[in-house]
C-alpha cells in the first residue's frame, strides 16, 4: 500500500483504465472480496470470469462508484470514483447493471432518448446512434414497448442504452445472457472493434466462458478471489489446457487446496501494481477491515467533470431527461392514473357521505300511560293549531321527528327499559298516568306546585349513553322537540310564538346584564335556562288565564343561543372534521405517490444506471419534486372542489390560502414518502409503512420509522400500532384543547398537527393569513419539507442509492 501512487501518479498507473489493490468487501459476515488485485490497460477487453455468486457484480458495483470497499483502493480513469477527476460518475463510463435496468412502458427509442438526454446527446444525436444500434443488435421496430420484447431483447436494448454514448470505458455486467451464439459473435466482434480502433476499455463479466477467448485479459474469480489474471491464450498454455473452462476448473481445484496452490503455481513473487497471476496474500488480510459494509470515504462526493462543465447545481439535460420519464410513466399507466386522481374524489366522497351526517331511524321504547294509546291513536286526537290543554304527551310526541327517532310503544317501563338493555331501543320515555293534568296543575299554581305535581308532570327518560353521539342526539333531540311543542302551543292559543324562544337580551334588563355583557364580550357561547320569568313579564298574572299560563310554561322550558361568532348554531361534524381529513389525505396521498419510486428504480438497477450516469441525488430529488408538484396541484383542486363545492362543507377563508395550505402539504407527505423509500430496501416495506402510518407519520416521523425500516415486520408493525395514537394527536377527530398539555406541545410537533389547526381556521373562521394560527401552519409544512428532502439526500448521500 505504501508505494501507492494515488491518482494520476505513477506511469504504469496511467495506461491502466481500472486498477484495483488490495480489495476488501464484506456484507456483515460474508467476505465478498478477499484482497483482491485487477488491472485493466486502457484499450483493452477484460474477460472477468467466476462462478456464480463469487463477487463479480460487487467489484463492478464497486468500480463505478456504487459501493465502497472496506478496504482496498479502486482507481478509474486516473481517479477514485465519486472524486473530482475520476471518469464515474459521469459520461466518460458506460454501465450495464446485471439487472435489465429499463422503464418497461417506455419503447426503445424513448428509452434511448432518456439515456441520451441525460448523457446531454441531442435528439438528433440520439436518433442517428439509435439507427446503427437496433442494427447491431437486432433489435426489433424501434417504436415497440420495451415490455412487450423478450428478456433477451430487452438485455440488448440495456445493452445498446450502455453504448448509446460511446463512453471512454465500459462496464458491462453479462451483457450476452439469453442472446443466440450468432447475435453473442457480432457483439464480441463490435466490442474487439471499438477496443483496437475506438481505444475503448471494455470490463465484461460472462458466465459463457469460452466467449471470453476474444477478451485481451481474463480475471478469473473464485470466492472472492482473483485467481489469475492473463491473456486468454497465456493461460491455456500455461496449464496445458485446451479451453479456459478447464483452466478455471484446475484453479478451483487447486484453490481448494491453498499449500498445494500456492506451492505449485505461485513461481513469479510479483509488486502489488503488475498483473497478479495468483492471490498469494493471507486469508487474514481481509479481517481488520470496518465491521460495517456501509463504510464510507469522507471523500467520496458526486462532483464529476459533467457538473464541472455546466457549473451548476442541476444540469437540464437530466433534469428533462428524468422529468420527460416521470410524465411519461404515469401518462403510460393507466391504473396510477386513476390512483392519482381518482383516490382524492373516492376518499373525499366517502368521507362526506360516511361521516357526520346525523344519524337515523333510531328507535325510542315509549311507555305513554298518560293516554295509553299508540301512536296512530295519539295522531287522531292531537291536530296542530288547536289551543288545548288535552293530551300534552301527545303533542310533544307529534314533534319527535321521522326519520330520526322511532316511536316503538310499550305497555310497561320494564318492558320499554327490557327492550333498552337489549339494544333493541337507544332510550325509554316515559309519561305518567296524569302527566297531562299534573303539567296543567303545575303551570297554574307556579310556585305553590308540590312535589308530587312536579314529578307527575316531568317526562322521565332513560337514554343508552354508550355511544356518546347518539346518546348527545338524542338529548338534543328531545329539547329541540320540547321547544318546537310549547312553540306550537303558545302560536295557537296567539301567543307570539318567539317567547319561547325568549333571546337573552329581551330579559336583559331583570337578569344582571353586566355578567351578560362580559360573556358577549368575551365571545362566550351563552345559553341560558329562564326561570320563573312568569313574574317578569307585564301581563295579568292571572293563574287562570290560559294564555298568560301557557305562556309562563313555555318560556319556563326554553333556553336561548345567541347567534355564534363563528361557525353555525348547529355544528357539523363534518365542517370539524373536514379541514383535517384534506390535511390527512393529501398528505398520505403526496406519501403514496412517491414511497414507491426510488425503490422500484432502485430494485430494477434503473438508479444504479441514473447515478453512474453523472445524475446528481439533488437532480433526482428536483426531478421527483417538480412531477409530485404538478400532480399534487391537480389533487388538490380535486379534493377542495368536491370537499367546498359538491359537499358544501363550510370555508369561510381565501380561497387561494387554503388552496395553497392543501399543495403544501401535499409535498410535505411527497418528502416524507421520499424519505421513506430511500431509507426501506423492499419496496412492499416502504409501501406498509406508508399505509400505516397514514395518520402516524406524525406520531413518529419519518426518522423514527426509518430506522426500522430495514427490518420489515417491525417496520409494519410499528406503522400499524401507531395509526390510532396518531389519529388522536393529530387534532383531527378530537379537539387538541381536550388533551393533557404535554400531549398539546408534543402534538404541535407533528407534521399534521398545525397545517390542521390552519386550514381549520381558514376554513371555519375564515381569518386572514396574519393570524398566528394560519401561518404557523404554513410555517410548520414548509419546515417538515426541508426537513423531510434534507433527511433524503443525506440519506441517498450515505447508502449512495
Ligand atoms: N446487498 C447485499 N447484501 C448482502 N449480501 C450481498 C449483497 N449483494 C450481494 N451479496 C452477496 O455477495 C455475494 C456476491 O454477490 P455478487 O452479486 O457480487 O456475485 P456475482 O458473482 O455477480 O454472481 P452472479 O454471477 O450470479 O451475478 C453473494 O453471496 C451475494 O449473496
Redesign the pocket.
Known sequence: MDSNPGPGGGGEERLNAVSVRGACKK??V?I?LDNLNMTVKKGTIYGLL????????????CIVGRRHLNTGEVLVLGGTPGTKGSGVPGRRVGYMP?ETALYGEFTIQETMMYFGWMFKMSTADVKKRLDFLLKLLDLPYKHKLVNKLSGGQQRRVSFAAALLHDPELLIL??PTVGVDPLLRQNIWEHLVDIAKSGNKTIII?T?YIEEARQAHMIGM?RS?RLLAESPPDRLMARFGCDTLEEVFLQLSLRQDSPITTIDQLHSNKTNKYDPVYLVEESEDMCQDYQET?NYIDPKAHHDNVDKKECCGLISGGPLHAMLHKNFLRIWRNPGLMVFIFGLPVFQVILFCLAVGRDPYGLKLAIVNHDMNFTLQECSDIVSSGNCSFQALSCHYLRHLKDPTIIKEFFPTQESANEAVRRGKAWGTLYFTENFTDAMVARIHLQEYTDEETLDQSGIKVWLDMSNQQIGLMLMSDLRASYQDFSRELLSSCDINPRLAEAPIRAVVGHLQPENLDQAITNKVLYSYIVETTFKMLDRDSSPTSPPLAVQSFAIVTTYTINNPVYGSRTPSFTDFTAPGVVVVLIFFLGVALTVGTLIYERREGLLDRTIVAGVTPLEIMVSHVITQFVLMSVQSVLLLTFTIYVFRVECEGSMFWVAALTVLQGMSGMCFGFAISTFCEIESTAFQMAMGSFYPALLLSGFAISTFCEIESTAFQMAMGSFYPALLLSGTIWPLEGMHVALQYFSKCLPLTLPTTALRCLMARGWSIWESDIYLGFVACIIWILLFVALSILVMKIKKL
Open positions: 456484507y456483515g460474508n465478498v467466476g462462478a456464480s455468486g463469487c463477487g463479480k457484480t460487487t467489484l463492478l458495483t446485471q455486467d453479462e463479466t458466465h474469480m472472492g459494509s
